[in-house]
């Protein structure tokens, strides 16, 4: 489980020090994503664990009048993004907390987050509070994975570790596949005041690596993002070079032109405040 003290530290950190590669890996999920919150004009978007910057860098591209915000937990993402995003004159970052975060004057039409919705402790909470905040009839736009079983790069990545290194992860507890079920994130969003709920089944090519060394970039990675990377780190040296060897052999056989692309499933949702 990942929880909000391990995005404000940990987690946090490793994310930025990753930025390009996670921005990489991600990259044909956030084309998908921004082409349906792009749908229509853009008053006040709202990015939710904006991370690097990536989304919001390209909503504020796309629309330049609109005022982009993006919000995060953890301190040092919020740094790189600020960096990258320094020459665009329509967008802020700011450190808190979406279930609770106001600003005032700024009243959303779009809410829009890349994977960044599923860490949230009391998610009916969460979302009631981004309803209020939100504009009348403001659209809600965000991706997450779907199950751990579709994500078969996750599933292989941690089946590289030792036997018992590698808990699977709860259905509904916090963390990146607590959004799997569309049931539960249903009624969640329900229970919220959204209405108009929709899921779209997208698959993508999760890039790992790339270059003339794409599985030594692809072991470097897994090494500090995913699903492995905790349990990785709490290895003996012998039992860090079988999962490094496991993980080597897969990678290597999913390896074409210098390419590393693993098969990724997710959900794009879209939802409608529910105050007309």
């Not at 970052?93 to 959303?108: C, I, K, V």
């Not at 809410?111 to 939100?134: C, K």
């Not at 599933?155 to 569309?182: H, T």
């Amino acid at each position: 489980m990942t929880t909000k003290l391990d995005w404000e530290g940990r987690v946090g950190r490793s994310w930025a020090s990753e930025w390009q590669r996670t921005d990489r890996s991600f990259g044909g999920l956030t084309d998908q994503l921004l082409g349906k919150a792009s749908v229509r004009s853009v008053l006040q978007a709202l990015d939710v664990g904006c991370g690097a910057g990536e989304l919001s860098m390209a909503m504020a591209r796309g629309h330049s009048t609109a005022e982009v915000v993006g919000i995060d937990i953890s301190p040092e993402l919020l740094e790189v993004a600020q960096q990258r995003a320094g020459y665009l004159p329509n967008i802020d970052f700011e450190l808190g907390d979406a279930s609770n975060w106001t600003r005032p004057g700024f009243r959303p039409d779009l809410i829009m987050s890349r994977h960044g919705v599923m860490f949230f402790d009391d998610p009916v909470a969460a979302f009631a509070h981004l309803e209020q905040i939100a504009a009348r009839e403001a659209r809600l736009v965000f991706s997450c994975f779907r199950s751990f079983e579709e994500n078969s790069w996750a599933d292989r990545v941690a089946g590289c570790l030792p036997a018992g290194a590698f808990v699977p992860p709860d259905r509904f507890s916090p963390g990146p596949f607590a959004f799997a079920d569309q049931a539960h994130v249903r009624g969640i969003l329900g229970d919220a005041g959204w209405t108009d709920i929709a899921f779209e089944a997208i698959d993508y090519a999760f890039i790992a690596g790339t270059g003339e060394d794409a599985v030594g970039d692809a072991l470097d990675y897994f090494q500090s993002i995913g699903p492995a990377a905790r349990a990785a780190a709490g290895l003996s040296p012998d039992e860090k070079a079988r999962f490094l060897g496991n993980l080597g052999r897969y990678l290597r056989n999913n390896e074409e032109g210098g390419i590393i692309a693993l098969r990724a499933a997710a959900w794009i949702v879209t939802a409608k405040a529910g105050r007309s």
